[in-house]
């Protein structure tokens, strides 16, 4: 069965660096998200991305983050500069189509800011 | 703006009873999903069921079935037979139907009883 990927599992970053976190969404969906989940908390919406443009995004995802598609099959989420508060779960998921499907998660990467 | 509470921290059964795990919502909107996501210890999101707010009919899936109360703006999942490998984070979920992000309760931990 087709499922997405994520890697790295887990990252660990200083603060102040970049960071890139890479999905593999499943091959025939067309709506691509973002999640995080701080631990102990409840998961938070980043964005949304369809036809190579984000569709929506929460007022989490300031200027410090960015997607992008970069080929036919990668999702990517970049923080520019990360700070200790980034330090979460990160989920990627997929979804065929945004009204009828559910959405399709990823394992997740554990990011971990010092 | 719409919110999604998990009343219960953590439930405990034992292996074979049934188990019902409450979720309630808040919207102003009368066309929603809702879903229920199981998240085991290898932190993956796992769809366990989903309801769309049109249907009056309660979705089943196998051992899982929901309790939708529209107007109590309730959704509750009921668990039959339950086996060790139901343990795990169960998190209830709103989306709106105009639009991709995902709303998320905290969370209910399930532990099943040998």
């Known amino acids: 069965e087709p499922e997405v990927t994520q890697t790295p599992s887990h990252q660990v970053t200083q603060m102040g660096q970049e960071v890139i976190l890479r999905c593999v969404p499943i091959?025939?969906?067309?709506?691509f998200y973002w999640y995080r989940q701080i631990l102990g908390q409840k998961v938070e919406f980043l964005v949304s991305?369809?036809?190579?443009?984000?569709?929506?995004k929460s007022e989490i995802f300031d200027d410090q983050f960015s997607v992008e598609r970069p080929d036919g099959s990668n999702f990517t989420l970049k923080i520019r500069s990360t700070k200790l508060e980034d330090s979460a779960m990160y989920f990627c998921a997929s979804s065929p189509d945004r009204f009828l499907y559910e959405q399709y998660f990823g394992p997740g990467t554990r990011l971990t800011v010092t | 703006a719409q919110t999604v509470t998990q009343s219960q921290p953590e439930m405990s059964v034992q292996e074979a009873e049934t188990v019902t795990l409450s979720c309630t919502y808040d919207?102003?909107?009368?066309?929603?999903?809702l879903f229920w996501y199981k998240q085991p210890p290898s932190r993956q999101m796992i769809l366990v069921i989903r309801?769309?707010?049109?249907k009056q009919q309660n979705a089943t899936e196998n051992r899982f079935s929901v309790n939708f109360q529209k107007a109590a703006k309730s959704f509750s999942l009921k668990i039959s037979d339950s086996q060790l490998g139901d343990a795990a984070m169960y998190f209830c979920?709103?989306?709106?139907?105009?639009?991709?992000?995902?709303?998320w309760g905290a969370g209910t931990k399930l532990i099943i009883k040998p």
């Open positions: 919207t102003s909107e009368s066309d929603y999903y």
């Open positions: 991305f369809y036809n190579n443009e984000i569709s929506e």
């Open positions: 979920a709103y989306r709106r139907d105009s639009n991709y992000q995902l709303i």
């Open positions: 309801q769309e707010a049109y």
């Open positions: 091959s025939n969906h067309l709506y």
